[in-house]
């Protein structure tokens, strides 16, 4: 258990479906990440928040789309999708500032898009 | 080229050690980390090191630092089936609170 709590943990969908990844966190932590997991792919940062604030946004198409409402909680807006889209989606976040900031992550959602 | 570089397989028989090996490229980085990531699981810390150490110790882990060659390596002792796993080498860059990640070395221990 590392305080970072992804549902759902998996998502099967339609190319045509709206769906929502949620990401929680009770650590503290002002940062919060999306990363993507493809098969024989780098992890792919995706979105940071900070502080609520977006601060990074890699070129990930607009069918994706984050929404973090508090530092608490960090949505993935899903709409759209193509199978190549179909990754483990991951969580993370991290307490900004000077000194030791390790990143705690999510067990993952696995979407897979048909 | 990639910030972050690990050999992507390492083959291991039960019982004997394993070096899982990571080259990185800030050398302002003040922490690096190791993390491991179970089939179907998210990444979990495994160890990190402080930049002005040469080493460190935890059980069966055991963390190398050379900062002039920017090299960095894992070692298992005593490597277990249950050690199989991707091992995610990391850092945080400079000024940076964004991990960046190397690919992941896959580590399969065969009984």
């Known amino acids: 258990e590392t305080g970072v709590t992804q549902t759902p943990r998996h998502l099967v969908m339609g190319m045509t479906n709206k769906k929502s990844l949620k990401c929680e966190q009770h650590?503290?932590?002002?940062?919060m990440y999306w990363y993507k997991q493809s098969a024989k792919k780098p992890l792919e940062l995706m979105f940071v928040?900070?502080?609520?604030?977006?601060?990074e946004n890699n070129s990930v198409p607009s069918r994706f789309s984050p929404e973090c409402p508090n530092s608490s909680h960090l949505f993935l807006h899903l709409h759209t999708l193509q199978p190549e889209d179909s990754a483990l989606y991951l969580c993370?976040?991290?307490?900004?500032?000077?000194?030791?900031?390790?990143?705690?992550f999510g067990q993952g959602t696995r979407l897979t898009v048909v | 080229g990639e910030d972050v570089e690990q050999s992507l397989f390492l083959s291991v028989r039960e019982g004997d050690s394993s070096v899982i090996n990571c080259t990185y490229t800030?050398?302002?980085?003040?922490?690096l980390y190791w993390y491991k990531q179970e089939p179907g699981a998210g990444l979990q810390l495994l160890t990190y090191?402080?930049?002005?150490?040469d080493m460190k110790q935890d059980q069966r882990l055991t963390v190398l630092l050379n900062k002039k060659d920017k090299h960095l390596s894992l070692r298992i002792a005593d490597t277990q089936t249950g050690d199989s796993a991707i091992y995610f080498c990391?850092?945080?860059?400079?000024?940076?609170?964004?991990?960046?990640f190397g690919r992941g070395t896959s580590l399969i221990v065969h009984p």
């Open positions: 993370a976040s991290s307490q900004e500032g000077i000194g030791k900031a390790e990143a705690f």
């Open positions: 650590l503290g932590h002002n940062a």
């Open positions: 928040y900070n502080f609520k604030e977006q601060t």
């Open positions: 800030d050398s302002s980085s003040t922490y």
């Open positions: 090191i402080f930049s002005n150490m």
């Open positions: 990391a850092e945080f860059m400079g000024g940076s609170y964004i991990p960046t």
